[in-house]
């Protein structure tokens, strides 16, 4: 059995009972099929907040964003289960504001404060796909902007007010700006398009011109993989098997309950999304999708966004289609 600092013991009932392990996870709703009813008391947080206390040492285990091990040594990907998509996902959306249609119009855009991949595929997808070279676009953070004269929106402002139309916040400070998770997903922008009011994705083909861009559409549109935005991360480079298998077997089980799921922990304004974490969100964490992590790896090291030169995988040395990666 392999083993890490924290999976010593011979028999994982016992590790079980004393919750040696320290688990947290980000906490938006889609991430409760990988959590829900885990044997370990699993810690709720902001995707920044989960990359903070893993990088510090405070958690053994986290689900969190995918870039906490493309960027940062002793993290390494567990392949048991992600949060990703295959095209369109509607929680990663860069929404232009009045008056911005095209993307080669952008010349400032306002990242989200929570989400390091979400801000890093969009560079990504700028740079590479669109060609806009680095330094055409000023990307800003709320930390970068003073209370007298803000330029984006914080964590807790209406995500209908993000471009001004209550108190003037981001009324004509920038062109586009990026919302995740549940802010994505109840975004209320008037020209939305698509059926049931589903975000407009980019037209096949490169086209540039759209009221919104789903980044998990760019992705795929430009690469043809599935594109991982959050996966479970160890702070040592090998897991016991049987911790692997119960992360497996929780993520399993709860899909095939997921009406149930939402039924009872979602938040009432999002009771609805049930059709978003089926027909949107993968929870697989297969050979496909790590070439896709592989690919946007490659793609950070391309613009310097980060200096590891490998990709920092626990094998699975049972399962050859992973292992062979």
């Not at 890093?120 to 796909?129: A, E, K, M, P």
């Not at 692997?244 to 009872?264: G, H, S, W, Y």
């Not at 590891?308 to 062979?324: D, Q, R």
């Amino acid at each position: 059995m392999a083993r890490g600092y924290f999976f010593h013991f011979e028999n994982f009932n016992e590790l079980l009972h004393i919750n040696q392990m320290r688990v947290g996870a980000i906490g938006f709703l889609n991430a409760l099929p990988l959590t829900h009813d885990l044997p370990w008391p699993v810690e709720k947080g902001s995707p920044t907040e989960i990359q903070a206390r893993l990088l510090a040492g405070e958690l053994d285990l986290a689900l969190c964003s995918v870039t906490t091990a493309l960027c940062h040594e002793s993290v390494w990907i567990v392949p048991a289960g992600g949060i990703g998509c295959r095209g369109a996902v509607d929680s990663v959306r860069l929404v232009f504001r009045d008056g911005i249609r095209d993307i080669r119009d952008c010349r400032r855009i306002a990242l989200d404060p929570e989400s390091n991949t979400a801000n890093l595929l969009l560079q990504v997808i700028l740079t590479c796909r669109y060609d806009r070279p680095p330094g055409s676009v000023e990307y800003v953070t709320p930390t970068q902007v003073s209370s007298s004269s803000p330029s984006v929106p914080p964590p807790s402002m209406p995500v209908r007010r993000v471009f001004g139309g209550g108190g003037g916040w981001g009324e004509g400070k920038v062109d586009a700006s990026l919302l995740i998770g549940d802010r994505a997903l109840l975004y209320n922008q008037p020209h939305r398009g698509g059926e049931g009011g589903a975000p407009t994705a980019l037209p096949a083909g490169g086209a540039t011109r759209a009221p919104e861009i789903d980044l998990g559409a760019a992705w795929t549109d430009w690469t043809g993989l599935p594109f991982v935005f959050a996966a479970w991360l160890s702070r040592t480079s090998t897991i016991a098997d049987n911790v692997m298998d119960q992360l497996i077997a929780v993520r399993d089980r709860n899909l095939e309950r997921l009406d149930e799921l939402v039924t009872r922990f979602a938040p009432a304004p999002l009771r609805s999304r049930l059709a978003y974490l089926r027909e949107r969100i993968s929870y697989q964490l297969g050979p496909e999708e790590l070439e896709g992590v592989r690919r946007f790896h490659g793609c950070l090291r391309e613009l310097h966004l980060t200096a590891l030169p490998n990709l920092p995988l626990i094998s699975m040395a049972h399962n050859p289609g992973i292992a062979s990666l």
